[in-house]
């Protein structure tokens, strides 16, 4: 395989890579990047050479939603590529899809394989959209309104979670499209589908024009995106211990990763469950998660499961449960809280009389069940 840079700016790239006997070009667009660009890579552009096909590869080099000047010189140097293949098909996911989408017709396109797709972040075009606020109030949209530059005949296949507002940008499609809706697996579809073998298969058969697999119910309960999303939709519902316990499913199949960790906290936090939330800050923190946020939470329930043995009169307990706060890695601030707190808890110590922790600290007797209460107040005004 052959690889070529057909145009460059500071803005866009555009690749070529060149060598199959198929005749399919895969015209793919990179999707919105989470860490600054370092190098220039196409989406897919190893694995669709490994497929067998040529490609073509939208390089941004910032999250711009294809909303730039290079954008016509882009598309001139790609349309003349395009020229020499029997077909065509543009490929990628969120910002990549709204690239694969609102270009196809400009290439020529026979069909589109869009994941996760989006109308336009745009807040006039679609106010529901909140999740990219913070990039679309850098840009002015002006080029290649979607539905403006879509093909209006060809296939193409978009593949989303209705139940997010990924759903929402897919109706406001205006082109005949078949739609392959995956429910509770969020934004991160092409991640969910290569996990389960499904990406390379379905691009396949979008490109060779052939109608596209699709995932089983049980194929996507062995996945964390299924739980975890299940387990927002449980807790915006109400129903927290469903929540925590399908968030707790998420958290050990993700491999216990970061974000499920924090959110699996926030629940056990709502629902009272302060032992069990601490105990997840320490795991996180001594495998490595000492983040700021993961302190802060961790820095939290302490305190509030402290405050409420103090308040029962455990202050022992109540001092060394603060002691994890007084060194590393804890800033100074929350060192010297607790620090002061563990004085309180001294001071508040010895003024208190004589016995009294050690009563807060004695089992209650159990209560006497109603029904042995009222047979012994019969026996005892029957008299012996």
């Known amino acids: 395989m052959t690889s070529s840079v057909l145009y460059e700016d500071d803005d866009v790239a555009v690749l070529h890579d060149v060598g199959s006997d198929s005749g399919i070009l895969v015209i793919s667009f ?81 069909g589109v394989f869009a994941l996760s797709p989006q109308l336009s972040i745009d807040a006039e075009e679609v106010p529901f959209e909140k999740r990219w606020r913070s990039h679309a109030g850098r840009l002015t949209f002006k080029r290649a309104q979607l539905n403006e530059g879509v ?14 507002d990924d759903g929402k940008h897919a109706a406001l499609l205006q082109a005949p499209a078949r739609h392959i809706r995956i429910p509770l697996v969020g934004h991160g579809t092409p991640d969910y589908l290569h996990r389960i073998g499904l990406l390379k298969p379905m691009l396949a058969a979008a490109a060779c024009g052939k109608p596209l697999p699709t995932p089983t119910l049980r194929e996507r309960r062995d996945q ?21 316990t399908l968030m707790e499913r998420a958290y050990a199949l993700s491999g216990k990763v970061l974000g499920y960790g924090n959110v699996l906290a926030s629940f056990y936090h709502r629902a009272g469950r302060f032992d069990e939330e601490a105990d997840l800050c320490r795991d996180l923190i001594a495998r490595g998660f000492a983040r700021p946020a993961v302190l802060k939470r961790y820095a939290a329930v302490l305190n509030t499961i402290a405050s409420a043995q103090a308040k029962s009169g455990r202050l022992v307990e109540a ?24 004085r309180t808890f001294q001071r508040s110590r010895a003024r208190a009389p004589k016995g009294v922790e050690a009563a807060a600290r004695r089992p209650q007797p159990a209560l006497m069940p109603r029904y042995a209460i009222g047979f012994l107040r019969n026996w005892l005004r029957r008299g012996p």
Request: proline content about 6%; glycine content about 10%.
């Open 30 to 110: 990179t999707p919105l990047l989470p860490k600054p660009f370092k190098r220039l890579e196409g989406f897919g552009q190893r694995a669709i050479a490994r497929m067998g096909f040529d490609g073509l590869y939208f390089v941004a080099k910032h999250n711009h939603w294809w909303q730039v000047e290079g954008m016509a010189a882009a598309l001139s140097a790609a349309q003349t590529a395009r020229r020499g293949y029997s077909r065509a098909i543009t490929y990628g996911t969120s910002m990549g899809a709204y690239g694969a989408l609102a270009f196809s017709g400009a290439l020529e396109a026979d």
């Open 319 to 342: 001092s060394m449960t603060l002691v994890p706060l007084t060194g590393e890695p804890f800033p100074d601030d929350v060192r010297e809280d607790a620090l002061e707190r563990q």
């Open 151 to 164: 093909i209006k005949t060809g296939e193409i296949d978009i593949v989303y979670d209705p139940m997010n």
């Open 224 to 244: 964390h995106y299924y739980f975890a999303n299940l387990a927002k939709l449980a807790a915006r519902r109400g129903r927290l211990p469903l929540a925590v």
